[in-house]
């Protein structure tokens, strides 16, 4: 079958996701026709899509969150007005992307949580049947419990993930655990998607910390941190735009610009790793057994690291405190069931995306 990927480019959890995808599908003589990836002025295309990807990349502007003036969070208000100033950019996006669903004739396209091909589906409803793919459309099944007190923003954030899932013929949501939903909310629970590379990788334990940052405002305190502890060893991974390939922040500091293939062999002799809530990584760590500090910098973030810390992969923390990463390494449990959960995706998710219903899926707003 003729599959085209449309992905949202906001940090790097669904680049790797449809990277790990293709990968599968190419295994089993499907074929990926061609990938369209969200874009947005705060996000540079990492070098290792196209390389990985090889094969036709359209990129498209797509809505995206504006960081706080430190860098850190998402300004919720900022974003919106953002937004809102380039709709007119936004429903070109839509109409690229109707007319290259149309030029492609793939027999299935795949969304990785884009918000504009939900939208182009609400508008349009192409004849191609739509599957969605991602971890966020967990949290709109009744397995999931919301603890936190930001109701609203749980709310909203439930309310995109439907809007990037309009006319959907089948949803599919990536899950840290294998779950049964017994179809009654119209989802799907499949294994994370993580790179063939990772699966085949032995995990041993070095003697540095290994993290990553979505948003480059919490570079102060991490390097404050890396100058009061000088006997631990940093690398920690960024999206800045226009860093070099390697910077050396502090003395035991390095920052690295991503990169998958350095990312992958730091992460297997990392004795610990860092991050700020993103699904992928966390799941990449926990393949690897490492025992991990999760930061959420964003509501979604937040229901990311609650799904995270009931499987076991590490602590949470309100900012990247490291030394209570080091408390918590002794303490943490071997996640072997993880890793066999994981090495199912292939059976599992092949047999969903073989067994389609053109109907589409109802998912009330």
């Not at 990926?32 to 990492?46: D, E, T």
């Not at 007005?81 to 690229?96: G, K, Q, R």
């Not at 309009?166 to 179809?183: P, Q, V, Y």
């Amino acid at each position: 079958m003729r599959y085209l990927f449309i992905v949202q480019g906001e940090g790097r959890g669904h680049l790797t996701q449809a990277i790990s995808l293709k990968q599968m599908l190419e295994h089993n003589g499907h074929e990926v026709v061609a990938v369209m990836v969200g874009k947005s002025k705060k996000r540079v295309l990492p070098d290792f899509f196209p390389e990985k990807m090889n094969t036709e990349i359209i990129q498209f502007q797509s809505p995206n969150f504006m960081p706080m003036p430190k860098g850190k969070k998402p300004f919720l208000l900022a974003s919106i007005l953002y937004n809102i100033l380039l709709l007119p950019v936004y429903i070109e996006s839509i109409f690229t992307i109707r007319r290259t669903i149309r030029e492609q004739q793939a027999d299935i396209v795949i969304n990785f949580y884009e918000l504009l091909c939900g939208i182009t589906y609400g508008v349009f409803n192409p004849e191609v049947p739509m599957v969605n793919m991602a971890h966020q459309y967990y949290f709109l099944t009744s397995n999931f419990e919301y603890t936190g007190n930001k109701w609203f923003k749980f709310y909203l954030l439930n309310l995109y993930s439907r809007f990037t899932a309009f006319n959907s013929s089948k949803i599919l949501a990536l899950s840290f655990r294998r779950e049964d939903t017994g179809n009654k909310d119209g989802i799907g629970i499949v294994p994370p998607l993580l790179r063939r590379e990772l699966l085949h990788q032995k995990s041993r334990k070095g003697n540095y910390m290994l993290g990553y940052l979505l948003n480059d405002g919490y570079m102060k305190d991490l390097k404050k941190w890396s100058e009061s502890n000088t006997s631990e060893e940093l690398h920690f991974f960024w999206d800045r735009k226009n860093a070099d390939a390697t910077t050396n922040a502090s003395h035991n500091l390095t920052m690295h610009r991503l990169n998958d293939q350095l990312f992958l062999k730091l992460m297997t002799g990392a004795k610990a790793y860092a991050t700020t809530g993103g699904f992928e990584s966390v799941c990449e760590a926990m393949y690897l057994n490492k025992p991990v500090l999760m930061v959420p910098t964003h509501i979604e973030q937040e229901c990311n690291v609650m799904d995270a810390l009931r499987s076991g992969a590490g602590v949470a923390a309100d900012s990247f405190d490291l030394d209570k990463l080091l408390e918590y390494i002794p303490h943490h449990a071997n996640t072997n069931y993880f890793k066999h959960w994981v090495q199912s995706a292939e059976s599992v998710i092949l047999f969903e995306l073989t067994a389609i219903n053109t109907d589409t899926v109802f998912i009330s707003i």
